[in-house]
C-alpha cells in the first residue's frame, strides 16, 4: 500500500529547543517527500521537500532527512519559535500512484 | 499563492440535500484533488482528476461525486449531505506527475445538521 505514519501526532517544546517529527512509508517506489506547514485556520503550504536521490535537506532552521532502506524520513526544527507552532504533515508521491498521501498530522506547540 | 480559489468558504446545510462545493484555478496545472480534513485523520483524498474529464476515486469517495468539464474548474458534490461529512475540504493542484508541490486552496467547512 501506501500509506504514510506520522509520529508524534502532538508535540510540545519550549521555545529554542528541538523538534523532531518522523514519518514512514510501504512503497518503497516512492521518490519525493514534502512536508506541508498549516497554522490555525489556514492552508497547509509547502515548507521543504526531498528526492529520493538525496540524503538531507537544510534550509535555514528547517532540515529533512530522508532513509530509503528503513523507508522513513524526518522533519527537524531547530531553535524553534512560538510561530512554529502549527500543523505539520508529511507527505510522500511517486512509485504506483502520483497523487501525494498524506500523514496524519503533528500538532506543533511551541511555549513562549 | 498559487491562484486557486474554493467557494464557498464556509456552508451549513440539511441532512439529506445535495451540496456543491467549487475549486476554480489559474495556474492551468493539470492534476486536481479533493481532500477532507478531519481531527485525528490528517488529510484524506476523496477524488482527483488528472485531465479534462478524467476522474478518479480516492480513498473515502463514497456519498461524493465530481467533475471536470473545463481545466480550471473541479467541482465536488455531495450527493446527498449526511453528517459524517461534516468536515473542511481542500483542493489542491499540481502541475506535473508527481516530484512537484501541491498547493492548496483556502478551505471549505462544511456543516451538516
Known amino acids: 500500500g501506501e500509506n504514510v505514519e506520522q509520529h508524534p501526532s502532538t508535540l510540545s517544546v519550549q521555545e529554542g529547543d528541538s523538534a523532531v517529527i518522523k514519518c514512514t512509508y510501504s512503497d518503497s517506489a516512492s521518490n519525493y517527500f514534502p512536508w506541508y506547514k498549516q497554522e490555525l485556520g489556514k492552508r497547509p503550504q509547502l515548507i521543504i521537500d526531498?528526492?529520493?536521490?538525496?540524503g538531507e535537506k537544510k534550509d535555514q532552521r528547517i532540515a529533512v532527512t530522508l532513509n530509503k532502506t528503513a523507508k522513513h524520513f524526518s522533519l527537524h526544527i531547530t531553535e524553534t519559535q512560538p510561530e512554529d507552532s502549527a500543523v505539520y504533515f508529511c507527505?510522500?508521491?511517486?512509485?504506483?500512484?502520483?497523487?501525494?498521501?498524506f500523514g496524519r498530522g503533528t500538532s506543533l506547540i511551541v511555549h513562549p | 499563492d498559487a491562484g486557486i480559489t474554493q467557494s464557498p468558504r464556509h456552508k451549513v446545510t440539511e441532512t439529506g440535500t445535495p451540496v456543491t462545493l467549487r475549486c476554480h484555478q489559474t495556474?492551468?496545472?493539470?492534476?486536481m484533488y479533493w481532500y477532507r480534513q478531519d481531527p485525528g485523520h490528517g488529510l484524506r483524498l476523496i477524488h482527483y482528476s488528472y485531465g479534462v474529464k478524467d476522474t478518479d476515486k480516492g480513498e473515502v469517495s463514497d456519498g461524493y461525486s465530481v467533475s471536470r468539464s473545463k481545466t480550471e474548474d473541479f467541482l465536488l458534490t455531495l450527493e446527498s449531505a449526511t453528517s459524517s461529512q461534516t468536515s473542511v475540504y481542500f483542493c489542491?493542484?499540481?502541475?506535473?506527475?508527481?516530484?512537484?508541490?501541491?498547493?492548496f486552496g483556502q478551505g471549505t467547512r462544511l456543516t451538516v445538521v
Open positions: 489542491a493542484i499540481s502541475e506535473t506527475q508527481g516530484s512537484t508541490e501541491a498547493f
Open positions: 495556474e492551468n496545472h493539470r492534476y
Open positions: 526531498i528526492r529520493s536521490n538525496v
Open positions: 507527505a510522500r508521491v511517486g512509485g504506483g500512484s502520483y497523487i501525494p498521501t
